[in-house]
Structure formats: C-alpha cells, structure tokens
C-alpha cells in the first residue's frame, strides 16, 4: 500500500482497534452454531443533520491464503472515519492467525474511529462461517442499525470466481454462490429497508454479467474486476483519503453513489494489483439481459453455424480460464460477431450491436491496463462445462436469456426436441 501499511506484519496491536458498539437491544440474526457473540457500549458520532453521508462496510474474510486482507483492514484503520463517513469492519482470520502476523484467530468486529475518539476492544465473534449468508447479512444488518447514514457501501473482499460466487472460508469449508449474496442482501433490505447503494467486490473475476444480473435488485451500482486481483486488493487510501476540500475537515466523500462507485475506479488506475475494474449502473442491466436473450434466441434459431460463434467466443479477450471457467469479454464478443463477414443471420448481428449498446450504458466507468485494450467492462461465461452446471442453471441470467441452452451440444439437444415433441404430438 501507499501509505507503508502493507510493510506491517506483526501487528501485535490488531486487537485494540477501535470497534462500532451496539446498542443495549441489539440482537444478532446469526445462529449459534456461527458462535457469534455481541457485546455492548457506545454508538458513533453523527452529523448535525442525524446522518453521515456515508457507511462503509467491509467484509473482510481472510481465512484463506490473502493475507493482504489483514492489510486492507490497518489501511482502513489508518484512515479511519471522519464527519461524512463511518467506517466499519468484519475481519475474520480463521482457525490459525496468517505466518507474520501476530494476532489471535477467529473474526472480529471493527469501527475504525477518527482521530481524537476513544478506543475500545474489538467484537469478538469466535469461529465464524464467512461464508454463510446468514453471516454477510447479519453484518450489514448490524452496520446499518448502528451507523445509519444516507448512503451505504458493502465492500466484499476474498477469493472470486465470476458467476461462481466468492468468499473462500477454509476453516468451514465454505464458499458463498452469486444467489447467496443475493439472498443475504434481499434479508438486508427486507429487514432495514435498505439496499446498497454501492456493492463493491475487492476479488477475483467478479465483473460478469452473471452476477450483475443477479444483484440488480439489492445495489444499485457495483465496482468490480474483469481480471484477477493481486493481494494487495484495491487501493483504499486513495479511495477514501486524499481530496480533502479546502477547509480541511473532509476528504471530499459527500458524493452521490454514482460518483462514489466512478471514484474507487478512477483511483484504482494506477495500482499495480488492479489490471481492470468497472463501476457497473445496475438499474440498467435488465437491457443487456434482454439483448442477450434476443441474441440467444437467433443462436438457437440454427441459422449459423454454431462452430463458427464458438470460434469467435474462443478469439475474444478472456480473464479467467481455469478448470470449467472460461470468461470472456461480452462487448468485444459481441463486436466481432457484429462484424463477421461469414455470419449470415443479420437478426443476429443485430442482436450483438444491441448487446454492445447495452453495455455502453451499464458500465459508467472502466478501467484497463496495457495489455487488455479489449476490455469492455462486463464478462460472461463462454465455456460449456460451465454452462453446463447446475450453479450456472440457477442464475437469474441463465433462466433469463437461456444463455446455457444456447450454448449447449447441438446434437444432444436437436434429440431430445425431437422426442419431446413427439411426446407432445
């Protein structure tokens, strides 16, 4: 990190961070089998009107091989909260705490404080599955009723794997799916009202289509990468230090969700563990879904060759292509069907120019460095041992633009339409 904190490995002091304290009525939502203990004590400072502009939480599950996660949580502390922001954490290190660094295992509960507030022990929540839902939602819950502000961002920080989900826990064995976080911020929002404004993914291959789909309901923008992500994670006092006004008691975050999503891109460009990121306007992800979906139905009309679209797809900027993953870039796909000479269904080309104008207008801001000059900001599964899983089939996406079935053995499945309406004759 900038600032030197990623030199620290023996933050012997990580315990006497300065935590949120909860109010006396509050419970958590987390079953006693997560060993979720809560205390009590004072609750944080607000703005004259009420409010911050800001709550920021971090989720920080670094009970895997991302020791940079440790770091991310002394930058955060570093910076610490100021008169627009409340920054709050949840870091969990597992079982055994990482090699250099000397702090206990388990996860604990931060509200990193500005200067001149009082410390206080953190929240110790014991050996905590961070990636069960119920565990994500019961701490946004928790942030949101303890620092309500106008604005909220969750900032999810592990291992990513696109459509697949995120959040490796390896001391439980766990890892969360796409639907699960969907799941986790629908309890959100229909416990406290509120979504997120900003979802932001500090992980691996997290910018796909699959999963913008799949949250559009729970956030309204999401930032998150194309392409894997380094250990040192995103940049975070760039992001949320630096641009203080003239007056000197603010680091210029009284900014709207667009503008705080357009941020975490514009100062993550030159950090070296960030090859791509986006900042994705949810709202407008149901135009792709559908431009996908026409696209999809030209495919499955026969009318081209299938080979050849595989043939493109396999020429197209890919990020990930590991074991069953093969996620490409869905604007330069669809830019180099829009103009191949050898496709001859013009209702298909047609369909991927939409697909490019969609995308246009989902992605608000995009970042790539040399080397992916093809990215366009938003990836999709192109690989049929994906598409083939039943995780792939249970995506909003996939039940939305049958994107899987289009992509599926041409020959097992002109068989089986053939049987099928046979049964239905």
């Known amino acids: 990190m900038n600032n030197g904190i990623n030199q620290i490995k023996t933050p012997s002091y990580l315990p006497e961070l300065k935590k949120a304290a909860l109010p006396q009525d509050n419970e958590s939502s987390v079953s006693s089998a997560d060993s979720v203990s809560l205390g009590m004590g004072e609750t944080s400072a607000v703005s004259a009107n009420g409010l911050k502009k800001w ?15 440790i770091d991310n949580a002394l930058e955060l502390e570093s910076i610490g909260s100021d008169k627009d922001i409340n920054i709050v954490a949840q870091l969990d290190v597992g079982k055994k705490a990482h090699k250099g660094y000397e702090m206990d295992p388990g996860c604990k509960r931060y509200y990193f404080c500005s200067a001149g507030e009082s410390t206080a022990a953190p929240l110790e929540l014991g050996q905590v599955n961070m990636a069960n839902p119920e565990v994500l939602a019961d701490f ?18 592990s291992h990513g794997k696109g459509w697949a989900g995120m959040v490796d826990d390896r001391s439980h064995k766990g ?13 959100v929002k229909n416990s406290t009202g509120e979504k997120m404004d900003v979802l932001g993914f500090d992980a691996c291959c997290m910018a796909s289509v699959e999963v913008a789909a799949e949250l559009s309901g729970v956030a309204d923008y999401m930032v998150a990468s194309q392409n894997t992500i380094g250990q040192s994670g995103w940049p975070y006092s760039k ?39 986006s900042a994705l306007e949810l709202a407008k992800v149901g135009s792709l879904t559908g431009s996908t979906a026409d696209f999809t139905k030209e495919l499955m009309s026969g009318a081209d060759d299938r080979q050849l679209i595989k043939k493109i797809a396999s020429e197209s900027k890919a990020f990930y292509t590991k074991g069953r993953y093969h996620f490409i870039d869905q604007y330069d796909f669809a830019l ?35 080397g ?3 990215a366009g900001g938003i990836s999709i599964e192109s690989s049929s041992n994906g598409l ?12 939305e633009t049958h994107w899987n079935e289009a992509n599926a053995d041409t020959g097992i499945k002109k068989l089986w339409n053939s049987f099928k309406n046979f049964l239905d004759a």
């Not at 709550?55 to 996660?69: E, F, K, M, R």
């Not at 946004?140 to 920080?157: C, D, F, H, Q, R």
């Not at 890892?175 to 309890?187: D, F, K, T, V, Y």
């Open 55 to 69: 709550t920021v939480l971090h989720y920080g599950a670094a009970d895997n091989d991302i020791s940079g996660i």
């Open 336 to 370: 180099r069907i829009s103009k191949s000479s050898e496709i001859k269904n013009e209702k298909l080309r047609d369909a991927a120019c939409e697909m490019m104008k969609a995308i246009k207008s989902l992605v608000v801001s995009e970042y790539h460095k040399e």
């Open 239 to 277: 992001i949320f230090s630096g641009d203080g006004r003239s007056d000197g008691d603010s680091r210029g975050f009284d900014i709207a969700p667009k503008d705080a999503a357009k941020r975490i891109v514009e100062k993550s460009t030159p950090f070296r563990s960030i090859q791509t990121l």
């Open 175 to 187: 890892w969360m799916s796409a639907p699960e976080i969907r799941n986790a911020l629908e309890s």
């Open 388 to 399: 083939g899983t039943s995780g792939y089939q249970d995506l909003l996406f996939a039940k």
């Open 372 to 374: 992916f000059e093809e």
């Open 140 to 157: 946004v819950k928790w942030g949101i009723k303890n620092y309500p502000a106008e604005n909220y961002m969750l900032i999810m920080s």
